[in-house]
């Protein structure tokens, strides 16, 4: 893997955004060099969709700074954005399912020309697939479509979220170390967000780490391998050690300390204690586990 010198293409400093006036990421420092593949971890809404849709101009920022290339973003649109030379595969793909594929990798912005070769070249799956439309192409085959369109566009920044949605992962297997394979060829830099935690560290280069819309850990991706404890504590909502110190750290509060609340004593007649609901009324759920290369969902 080789990770980009110099000037990073992105860089995101001090960044807070979210919806509604309400932040879903707070103070958030990141970058991503060329040719370098960043994935970006936690749990569901940990803030990392969120993350792409400010960079690609989609959600406005309530503070901080992005640049791309060494250019400030807050006067560009999302579509000034996307010429410039960055390219969101949203979750969901982003496909028209009326459209074939080759149709999709035609499709660009007045005067662009997509370099509709570069697509079948990493997907070559797709070549048998020209004339067929995205809505009958299965779930594999449709984001190979979505990638490869981003491929066919030359960007100098991919934004990549969640390839992996309601695919086997034997099929993830393949797309990811495409990615990494076109980072290293193109000199194109990539911000990944993906589930299969265990694959996306495979092919990245570093990791960062949100909880509850805070980076908890930011280490190389070897060092995260290595060490589950680092992102398991931030899907299990707890702090992880910084990424400039041991992770074996005692904890704060050790675990012989004595409640503060009497045991709670239930007779044999009385309903069993529930789950509080949320204002809602939704039942919170378990904490998410991240999964790993050897899980299946």
């Not at 060099?33 to 406005?60: F, Q």
């Not at 007045?110 to 070249?121: I, K, S, T, V, W």
């Amino acid at each position: 893997m080789t990770a980009g010198t110099g000037q990073p293409v992105l860089e995101i400093e001090s960044l807070t955004t979210g919806y509604d006036g309400a932040a879903v990421v707070r103070d958030l420092d990141l970058t991503v060099g060329s040719a370098e593949v960043v994935a970006l971890l936690g749990a569901n809404g940990a803030g990392k969709t969120t993350t792409l849709r400010t960079v690609s101009g989609l959600v406005r920022p309530m503070a901080g700074a992005i640049r791309f290339a060494g250019r400030d973003l807050t006067a560009m649109s999302a579509g000034a954005r996307a010429r410039a030379g960055i390219a969101h595969v949203p979750e969901g793909r982003g496909l028209f399912f009326g459209l074939t594929v080759a149709e999709h990798l035609r499709l660009g912005y007045r005067g662009e020309r997509l370099d509709e070769e570069a697509a079948y070249r990493y997907f070559p799956a797709l070549t048998a697939l020209r004339d067929r439309r995205a809505g009958l192409l299965s779930g594999g085959e449709q984001q190979m479509l979505a990638v490869g369109r981003a491929l066919a566009r030359r960007p100098s920044l991919m934004l990549l979220d969640e390839l992996s949605l309601g695919l086997a992962p034997v099929i993830v297997e393949k797309l990811l170390p495409v990615i990494r394979s076109y980072a290293d060829e193109s000199g194109c830099a990539v911000l990944l967000v993906e589930q299969h935690v265990g694959m996306a560290l495979e092919v990245a280069d570093r990791g960062y780490v949100l909880s509850h819309g805070v980076v908890t850990t930011h280490a190389p991706a070897a060092r995260l391998r290595a060490d589950e404890s680092l992102i398991l504590a931030s899907y299990l909502g707890e702090n992880a050690a910084p990424s400039d110190q041991p992770s074996d750290q005692p904890s704060d509060q050790p675990s012989d300390q004595p409640s503060s609340q009497p045991p709670q004593r239930h007779s044999d007649q009385s309903p069993a204690p529930t789950t509080p609901a949320s204002p809602d009324g939704s039942r919170d759920a378990a904490p998410e586990v991240p999964a790993t290369k050897g899980s299946r969902r």
